[in-house]
């Protein structure tokens, strides 16, 4: 039974460009979240996701962050117009239900230059 | 306002012995928590869970304890073994807590090495 997975592992984007994160949850799996950490931070949830729905985005930036879990496909986490500041590793986990334990994806590092 | 807090940045504990790791919390709402442990770019597993209406989980070498008076946890790794250096994380969620209630919050992490 695969994993998380998550793709591309490492992204390298100028400022102003557009970053696409691609999260395959666990066979099985219905329910997905995104994290970001930041150099020397823990973990911080940005959104929780089921298939075609957001259940809870309070952890996203208002602004040039959007995430989607469509029916078909991976969940995807899209920033538009990068800076500096986006540079982190981004997570991604999933569970078989609410309130269930969470599995981690390896993470995709991105790169702001 | 940090929410989970684990206040040993490192700890450095002789291969044999036990390794003791600590987090404590401050939202009353939490009612699970977790223990995560991380390797360098690799992401987070999972080791052990606990929930609010039980003091003490064990599984294996692992043993995590909840004091809920006290808003504190500790993860018990006995005994200590060369692959159990890494950093490990404290995370909880609870109903109406931020984040989501499904939503984890993670302590900062404690960087555990252990010593030949």
């Known amino acids: 039974n695969a994993g998380v997975m998550q793709n591309p592992r490492h992204l390298v984007r100028r400022r102003g460009q557009e970053a696409r994160l691609r999260c395959s949850p666990m066979?099985?799996?219905?329910?997905v979240y995104w994290y970001r950490q930041l150099p020397e931070e823990g973990l911080k949830f940005m959104v929780y996701?089921?298939?075609?729905?957001?259940?809870?985005e309070s952890g996203m930036p208002k602004e040039r962050f959007s995430a989607e879990f469509p029916k078909e496909g991976p969940s995807i986490l899209r920033i538009q117009q990068v800076v500096r500041g986006d540079s982190a590793a981004y997570f991604c986990?999933?569970?078989?239900?609410?309130?269930?334990?969470?599995?981690f994806g390896p993470g995709t590092r991105l790169l702001v230059l | 306002d940090q929410q989970v807090k684990q206040n040993s940045p490192s700890l450095s504990v002789q291969e044999g012995r036990i390794s003791i790791l600590n987090c404590d919390y401050t939202?009353?709402?939490?009612?699970?928590f977790l223990w995560y442990k991380k390797y360098p770019a690799e992401g987070p597993t999972f080791l052990i869970s606990?929930?609010?209406?039980?003091d003490k989980n064990e599984d294996g070498r692992f043993t995590v304890f909840l004091n809920k008076s006290a808003k504190h946890l500790s993860l018990h790794i006995v005994p200590s073994q060369p692959g159990d250096s890494a950093v490990y994380f404290c995370?909880?969620?609870?109903?109406?807590?931020?984040?989501?209630?499904?939503?984890?919050?993670f302590g900062k992490g404690t960087h555990l090495i252990i010593q030949p």
């Open positions: 606990i929930s609010s209406i039980k």
């Open positions: 986990a999933s569970s078989p239900g609410t309130r269930e334990t969470q599995y």
């Open positions: 939202n009353s709402m939490f009612d699970y």
């Open positions: 996701l089921q298939k075609e729905n957001i259940i809870d």
């Open positions: 995370a909880a969620s609870g109903m109406y807590s931020g984040g989501g209630a499904d939503g984890l919050t």
């Open positions: 066979k099985g799996h219905s329910h």
